[in-house]
């Protein structure tokens, strides 16, 4: 991830010792853990926070643990450019509240050059299911 504008604060989690599919899908990861469950819920370890400013690069992968990235300026947008190598077709987003996980909605949206295009180009390179349907 490069910052071109602005600045981010990205913090980094410990893996949850459990993780729980949230099955509904229905939370955003900002709000309540929509538990029905009777296990109660274990707010995510914070591991480091970094501050990144304009033109820093940051390097995340699975193996680091989890992260969430978030403007810290009240009054000033931020934009960062995010590669993904190799492509996913889903991920998995965790509630900071009760460590519920739940899976990302497929992507869909692939560009070269600038210009949206309707299949990912990889796609048959990787062997992968992310054109199919």
């Not at 995010?82 to 990302?104: D, I, Q």
Request: hydrophobic share 25%; with cysteine; proline share 5%.
């Amino acid at each position: 991830m490069k910052i071109l504008d602005g600045e981010l604060k990205e913090t980094l989690y410990h893996w949850p010792e459990r993780v729980v599919n949230d099955t509904d899908n229905a939370d955003s990861g900002m709000g309540s853990d929509n538990s029905d469950d009777d296990e109660k819920p274990t707010a995510m370890s914070v591991k480091k926070e970094t501050f990144l400013k304009r033109d820093t690069v940051a390097y995340m992968h699975d193996n680091l643990g989890l992260h969430a990235v978030s403007n810290p300026l009240k009054t000033q947008g931020s934009v960062s450019l995010h590669l993904y190598t190799p492509p996913y077709e889903v991920c998995k987003t965790f509630n900071e509240r009760s460590s519920k996980a739940r899976s990302s909605g497929k992507c869909v949206f692939y560009s070269s050059r600038g210009e949206k295009i309707e299949s990912c180009p990889s796609a048959a390179y990787l062997k992968c299911s992310l054109t199919n349907n």
